[in-house]
T-cell receptor
Framework: KAGVTQTPRYLIKTRGQQVTLSCSPISGHRSVSWYQQTPGQGLQFLFEYFSETQRNKGNFPGRFSGRQFSNSRSEMNVSTLELGDSALYLC????????????FGPGTRLTVT | SQQGEEDPQALSIQEGENATMNCSYKTSINNLQWYRQNSGRGLVHLILIRSNEREKHSGRLRVTLDTSKKSSSLLITASRAADTASYFCASRGSGYALNFGKGTSLLVTP
């Protein structure tokens, strides 16, 4: 099976702009989660989607949003970018229940200037 | 929010030696998972241990879980230079989020 894919891999944006990141889960996986990784805060949970519904959300401002499509592909959007949004954004897919493993994609490296 | 802590933060060993990393978490869990990350790239899933398991093996990896102490350890036997990476534990409760520790940076020198 192909693994989790994320596009784009690298992105440079200017403060105030918005950005959309994409994630395609492993075939058959219906759950997609997003995480932000920074040197200061480490890995932090953003949100999780299952069958197009957001089931869980982390402690991030409303500028961070996401959605999932009927084919389980997911996008996350960050509006009004701030310098502090520079991070590695990781997507993970899973079969859906907490007892299952989560498999991560290679990440999108976002730099905000 | 981060829930766990790994110990040590950094570990340097020579090839052939064993590497042990410890992890603590704060609340009750459904399972605990260990991941490896090379140089800011994606996380590679290593092993999952469920709350009712005490020990699990996978190749050169051995993971233990002590739910009474809310702690886990990862042992890598006969380390290789290719094992150089950051290692993270992530606990999962009844919800859908993984709570990550800050990671242990492992350096294996030839």
């Amino acid at each position: 099976k192909a693994g989790v894919t994320q596009t784009p891999r690298y992105l440079i944006k200017t403060r105030g702009q918005q950005v959309t990141l994409s994630c395609s889960p492993i075939s058959g996986h219906r759950s997609v989660s997003w995480y932000q990784q920074t040197p200061g805060q480490g890995l932090q949970f953003l949100f999780e989607y299952f069958s197009e519904t957001q089931r869980n959300k982390g402690n991030f401002p409303g500028r961070f949003s996401g959605r999932q499509f009927s084919n389980s592909r997911s996008e996350m959007n960050v509006s009004t970018l701030e310098l502090g949004d520079s991070a590695l954004y990781l997507c993970a897919s899973s079969q859906g229940q907490p007892s299952y493993e989560q498999y991560f994609g290679p990440g999108t490296r976002l730099t905000v200037t | 929010s981060q829930q766990g802590e790994e110990d040590p933060q950094a570990l340097s060993i020579q090839e052939g030696e064993n590497a042990t990393m410890n992890c603590s978490y704060k609340t009750s869990i459904n399972n605990l998972q260990w991941y490896r990350q090379n140089s800011g790239r994606g996380l590679v899933h290593l092993i999952l241990i469920r709350s009712n398991e005490r020990e699990k093996h996978s190749g050169r990896l051995r993971v233990t879980l002590d739910t009474s102490k809310k702690s886990s350890s990862l042992l890598i036997t006969a380390s290789r230079a290719a094992d150089t990476a950051s290692y993270f534990c992530a606990s999962r409760g009844s919800g859908y989020a993984l709570n990550f520790g800050k990671g242990t940076s492992l350096l294996v020198t030839p």
